[in-house]
């Protein structure tokens, strides 16, 4: 139970400071924040993983800079592909 308040919370830090980041204005609510912040943290995971393959295990939590770096992206993806942020 704590770790889903935590990853909702620390979620949402990272899908506000990817709102802010992300240059003009991205307009969301906070539960769409947090889910932006969430699936940031698991595709920048996941692009790390395919980069580092050291470690035997199949996905890597990604740090908190990666992730936001992730929902930057998503943003992105989001605007330019899918017109739909």
């Known amino acids: 139970m704590m770790n889903t308040i935590r990853m909702l919370v620390v979620g949402l830090v ?3 400071l990817a709102r802010f980041f992300y240059p003009g204005a991205v307009h969301m609510s906070l539960i769409l924040s947090a889910i932006l912040g969430i699936a940031g943290s698991f595709a920048a995971g996941a692009l790390g993983s395919l980069i580092h393959k050291e470690s035997g295990e199949g996905f890597h939590p990604a740090g ?3 992730s936001i770096i992730g929902a930057m992206l998503l943003i992105f993806l989001g605007r330019t592909v899918f017109h739909i942020i």
Request: glycine share 16%; charged share 0%.
């Open 14 to 16: 990272v899908g506000i």
């Open 64 to 66: 908190f800079v990666y």
